[in-house]
């Protein structure tokens, strides 16, 4: 689900505005550069490509065998040569940031930023908001109108469109921009048109930089089951959703277990439905498409089957009496605990980490990876975002930036072919050398860290990789980590699933966002409280046509049109 802070009126902001962004970056701690003899000069070029596989996002499906496989980036027409010379080669950078350990408390702390300022010849400085407060102190900023010059992950806390957000100030149109002074970045949007149409709005705007990956890869992680509790009790497979309940009941009445499914306060609306064919996964506020109509989660005659179904299992205490308090840190370990316990068996977990809950819980615990079954018998569910461009990582250039073009330079540097290497292994020598066969191998500073994290989270430390700042990502740098037990679990994740029913990234005028935004704001308010109400039996499931009529009469027919024409606007975009 998606909230977005509105932002606050401008008579409440300006008591607060000087003390909270004075000077943007002036104030800012600066990365400062390190003296190295294995910092190349580069020349942002990359080798003659070969077949480019055909990646495809959104609602357009994407062949299994080509997301597995990672393309070789087309050549740019120009390039540009690193480190940059010249006056004013300073920047600053307003991001949103989450510490992946308690040894930094700022992105300026990352070791990283050292070698990029030596790599690229650029100074950049940096304001670090914590994840908790960014939101607030965007709408803060925009109220202020005082911006630094770059601004990371502001799409996330910004409600209006690109024409909005340039009359506002946070963001400029750089389409005519890039091709000269990011060609690298250029030539990798542009071999893909999905990843082109992700990027501008209807009209050709361009106003961010992505994040654009190598291939589809489950990095954040997936589903994991208990195979030990299979085994014991007879299951092979899990093909069906009444399998699952079996399962389900088994776990119960064998183990005592209390959760056996783990049913969430992030996940609790939509865990099965995309198993439905009704939503979920990656679908945002509750819109999908179906070959090109667009449709609503909630009002779905499946949805009621979803909802019977997840009534009785909390009847039953398949699902927990607690789930809506289950998960509101948004910490994994928050829900590791229930299978330390023995009281579920199955839950969300990254790879990494499997080891460590299978040793942590005992009892010769054995997790694999696990898909929840379609409805339908089809073993393919269609709300997975296989997009290359990563929306979430994004740089805007502020029109308060003097030197656009050095912005520009500087993002593209990481579209580079060392620069990508160094955004994703970190300082060379210090996180990665290569090997003989010229590939980035980590050294021991992650793969056997002094903080005895799993390699994952070590490397968060010491690269750009996972943080707002858009880079070229190499989504299995970590598979020479993976065990064997791992790489199984990716094999699983990676099956059975497409994005044939996303709804794209589709931008909206703002007469449509007048039409639709407020109203759809407020119908995920009503869904939110119903659905819980649903699940937990204080509300009828008997009671679903008359929460579609209410639904309905909220204007959900109005939200449908608009985002209708803006589908099909999307749908005629080009490269260009």
Known sequence: MERRTRLFSLLLCLALIVAVFSGCGSQTAESTAVSSDKAPEVTASAPEPEATPEMEIASVSIAEE???????????????????????????????????????????????????????????????????????????????????????????????????????????????????FAPDYYAMLTADENNYKAAVDDDGVMIAIYTIKDQYFPVMGGTVIRQDWMDALGYKSIDSIDQMEDFLRDCKSTYGAGYPLMLTYSNYENILSAAYGIGGGDCTNGLYQVDGDVRYTYVQPEYKEYLKLAAAWYQDGIIGSDFMNVGTTGLPMETYTYVYSGDTAIIGATAAEIASIEAETGNSCKLIGFNYPASDGSGVTHFTDMSMIKSSEHALITEQCAHPEIALEWLNYWFTEYGAIVANYGTEGESFTFDENGDPQWTDLITANEYDLPANRASAIYTLYAHTTPIHTMETRLSSTFTQEQQAVYDVWMTGIDGDNLLPAVSLTKEESETARSPLADIQTYVDENVAKFINGTRSVDEFDDFVADIEGMGLANIIEVYQAALERYNQRTVG
């Open 66 to 180: 080509s997301t597995m496989k990672e393309s070789e980036p087309p050549a740019p027409a120009s390039t540009i040569s690193y480190p940059l010379e010249g006056d004013d080669l300073e920047l600053t950078y307003w991001m949103p940031f989450k510490s992946p350990h308690e040894s930094v408390q700022t992105f300026d702390e990352f070791p990283v930023l050292a070698t990029a300022e030596e790599l690229t010849g650029v100074k950049v400085s940096f304001t670090s908001e914590n994840m908790m407060t960014a939101s607030e102190k965007f709408n803060l900023m925009v109220a202020s109108g005082d911006y630094c010059d770059l601004l990371g992950g502001a799409l996330s806390y910004y409600t209006g469109n690109y024409s909005e957000a340039i009359a506002d100030g946070i963001a400029i149109d750089v389409s005519g921009m890039i091709e000269e």
